[in-house]
């Protein structure tokens, strides 16, 4: 209640601030409605039907001349309101999701009337039915929806709105993004996720063009990426997926539906640590068996607060389009930095991406000739972009990503890294500092850099202020490591209301960037010392309050975790009768990954619902090896951990290849990170296991207790180590792995098994089965 307090003394005059908002506001708004009608629609139209080839264009040298910014690509009602459809068909409200301005002590009845659509509700805190499909009560028409219905995808009155027809305690994904305030009911958020093989620049793209993104929702099927044609995965026809933007303490429901033929698949919440849910973690046989095409899964959980993301945990439809940003939204009161920012919009999420050309399957095991390694061609924000095809040297012109601000505010961004590569992802916005408050959904205390540097599955929230002349500014995102070779990068637009939508400045491009300022997460991984052009992950303060038990000197396990690749000589690999796995890396090894001299292997069910029929000798660790388990050893790695024990991993990278540093997550937990570095010790060319258990003797491993951030992604700088700690207060089967996609599927990844089998909550009733048949063959 302290900080609500203090924010309400200082909003003292707040009748007068009031007034100036909602001026501001309406300002905005006649600004976007100009927009809106000097915006040429019926060009758009006709361009929106030039069929695909059309999205690349001739003009070669000079991108800043060519027409990226043909104004019909830009939907005129971007950025600055809430702009997901609602169900409703009404006329869409304009609404800020605001943080302080607007939401704290909200006791006026104008603020409350801008808050999402309030003027709706019923007195269940849902839309009465009536209101949220209109069309369907004007006919009086209700379809009761039949789940047994073999066209129900093709039955639109059916599909994926069905369930919220049906059962009115729902909330449809408009109505639960919303500012959230103290004291307010909690909502059960529901979503539909059908996913299916689709096709960038389809036909329907004759029919619309997506004119926002970030949406919870999106009515145009229509998908353009970076404006080459490729077959693609989806949920709901939308790259990224469905964003899932709810409150603290609203259950979040959501049915997978897949029709991906020949394909089953999981979705993983990444983020979210599925406290008495962990059955609905998402990781194939570890936690459920994969939803077989034609069925539908249903996950049902509460989420921690945070930026965090969703995407598949099966194979490598993650590369191929199956992610999704997942916001959970906080009372301001509730967040240590909510004074920081004035906009906390659901249009603000920048969830950026690596794109291929074509099937990630094309890249695994991988090629030796052409198109060798997995790096990939061209990245995405929010799936947006351009690409200069290396071979014609023209470009796309599909639509860039476009963030709208207002002079003199101050605005989160929420920054995910859904990247499936090794290649970290360098993130700067030209002419503004950004304010790191946030990192894997926790808190920190705020740090000003000007580039953001991040792995795969991080995220980093930020404050962006208004500040500078109004105009257009480019955001630029590099990938880094490996993605140098093909210099793989694209380009982002941070937009004034009112102002151009075309930056002044020539594009940045690889090779002549943005100035990069300060970096948050520097490549070199000096993190021992202050310093004034770099800020260190480890050097984050955490604005949360941390368990005692986590910083004091001894934890209770302590587990070393030294990982590499194995490198296969091709006559073993390729013995007769032997099918053993391999990833061809850039290099033309042909790899798989160990840890701790383990290759993970999937258990044939899952064990969360199927343990006891899982044959122990199937399970492994490094104290425990199969007898005669090769240097290629594959087994069911698990290590034990006793409930609420306080633990200590030390990873250390083995890998030591230069400009490759592995990004580790553990579901279920965000944990402490105390220390990152490397071998203080410069005689010692490589780290590896045996030298880090000697500096850990000797005293020298770099830890620090002084308010360490909490993260659950964290990466291992090459040749280096990272010391992380949590307390095994949530029981259960926890994946740990590396965040890297091929790295996933060649058995970088572990177990923690936190607990008991009786200390985890039993599965729901009727949980899907699956495992191995062999019967006996009978003979006669
Ligand atoms: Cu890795």
């Known amino acids: 209640m302290m900080p609500f307090k203090w924010k309400y003394s200082r909003n003292f005059q707040f009748p007068f601030s009031l007034l100036l908002l909602l001026l501001t506001i309406i300002v905005d708004l006649l600004a976007i409605e100009a927009v809106r009608i000097a915006g040429p629609q019926a060009p758009q139209r006709l361009k929106d039907q030039t069929p695909a080839s059309s999205f690349w264009q001739s003009h070669l040298a000079s991108p800043s001349t060519s027409a990226p910014f043909d104004a019909p690509f830009f939907s005129a009602t971007h950025g600055i309101v809430q702009t997901h459809p609602s169900l409703s068909g009404s006329i869409p409200r304009p609404v800020p999701l605001t943080s302080n301005s607007l939401g704290s002590g909200s006791s006026s009845p104008n603020k409350a009337a801008l808050t999402a659509g309030s003027g709706y509700l019923n007195s269940r805190g849902s839309l009465p039915s009536s209101a949220r499909y209109p069309s369907l009560a004007a006919s009086n028409t209700v379809v009761s929806p039949n789940p047994r219905s073999p066209f129900r995808h093709l039955d639109f009155s059916t599909s994926a709105t069905a369930e919220l027809r049906r059962n009115p305690a729902l909330s449809a994904p408009d109505e639960c993004a919303r500012a959230c305030r103290e004291g307010e009911p909690p909502r059960i958020c529901y979503y539909h996720f059908t996913l299916e093989y689709y096709t960038v620049l389809g036909a329907a793209c004759q029919v619309c063009t997506p004119n926002a993104t970030n949406t919870v929702w999106s009515h145009c099927q229509c998908v353009l990426a970076d404006g080459v044609e490729r077959g693609i995965l989806t949920a709901n026809r939308m790259i990224p997926g469905p964003s899932i933007q709810v409150c603290e303490n609203d259950k979040v429901v959501i049915d997978v539906e897949n029709h991906m033929e020949g394909m089953e698949v999981t979705i993983h919440w990444h983020g979210i640590w599925q406290r008495g849910s962990q059955y609905y973690d998402g990781v194939p046989f570890v936690t459920q068996c994969p939803i077989q095409q034609g069925n539908t899964f249903r996950y049902q959980w509460t989420g921690n607060a945070g930026t965090h993301f969703w995407h598949a945990h099966t194979g490598l439809q993650k590369l191929d389009g199956l992610y999704g940003s997942i916001v959970v939204r906080q009372p301001p009161s509730r967040d240590p930095n909510s004074h920081l920012y004035d906009f906390d919009l659901t249009t603000h999420i920048m969830l950026i991406s690596d794109w291929l050309h074509e099937d990630a399957a094309e890249r695994y095991p991988g090629r030796l000739a052409v198109n060798t390694g997995q790096d990939p061609e061209s990245l995405l924000i929010n799936g947006k972009g351009q690409v200069r095809d290396p071979n014609t040297g023209f470009m796309t012109n599909t639509p860039l990503e476009i963030f709208t601000i207002t002079p003199g505010r101050r605005y989160r961004f929420r920054m ?165 796995r391999f990833l061809v890396a850039p290099t033309g090894d042909h790899v798989i990954s160990l840890i701790d001299e383990i290759s993970y292997l999937s258990a044939p069910a899952p064990l969360t619902s199927q343990y006891n029929e899982i044959n122990p000798e199937q399970f492994c660790n490094g104290d425990n090896r199969p ?133 985890m909550p039993p599965v729901p009733p009727g949980f899907p089965t699956c495992g191995d048949h062999t019967p006996p063959i009978p003979i006669n």
């Open 416 to 580: 995910i890294n859904a990247f499936a590569s090794v290649c970290p992802a360098q993130v700067t916005i030209e002419g503004h500092n950004l304010m790191v408050i946030a990192t894997d959904g926790e808190p920190v205390h705020p740090v000003e850099v000007n580039t953001i540097i991040s792995f795969s599955g991080e995220r980093y929230d930020f404050v962006i202020t208004a500040d500078q002349p109004v105009g257009a500014y480019w955001i630029q995102l590099r990938g880094l490591g490996e993605c140098g070779i093909r210099r793989a990068q694209q380009l982002g637009v941070l937009r004034y209301a009112r102002g151009p939508y075309q930056p002044a400045s020539q594009p940045p491009t690889y090779d002549v960037g943005l100035p990069q300022g300060v970096v948050m997460n520097p490549l070199d991984a000096q993190c021992n010392r202050q310093r004034n052009d770099a800020i260190c992950v480890s050097q984050l303060k955490s604005a949360q309050e941390i368990d005692r038990g986590i910083l004091s000197e001894k934890p209770d396990v302590k587990i070393f975790l030294p990982f590499r690749f194995y490198v296969y000589r091709p006559e073993e690999l390729f013995q007769p009768n032997t099918y053993n």
């Open 627 to 759: 007898a005669d388990c090769g240097p290629n050893c594959m087994c069911t790695h698990k290590i034990d951990i006793p409930l609420n024990a306080v633990v200590e991993v030390v990873l250390v990278d083995e890998v030591q290849q230069p400009n490759l540093s592995h990004p580790f997550h553990l579901h279920g937990y965000g944990f402490s990170v105390v220390g990152i570095g490397r071998s203080p010790d410069m005689t010692v060319k490589k780290i590896n296991l045996k030298h880090a258990l000697d500096l850990d003797r000797r005293g020298l491993l770099n830890r620090q207790y002084n308010l360490p951030p909490t993260k659950d992604t964290i990466a291992v700088p090459n040749n280096g180590y990272v010391v992380l700690r949590f307390r095994a207060d949530n029981p259960g089967f926890w994946l740990f792995h590396c965040h890297f996609l091929f790295h996933i599927v060649i058995g970088m990844n572990l177990i923690l098994q936190v607990g008991t089998n009786a200390d």
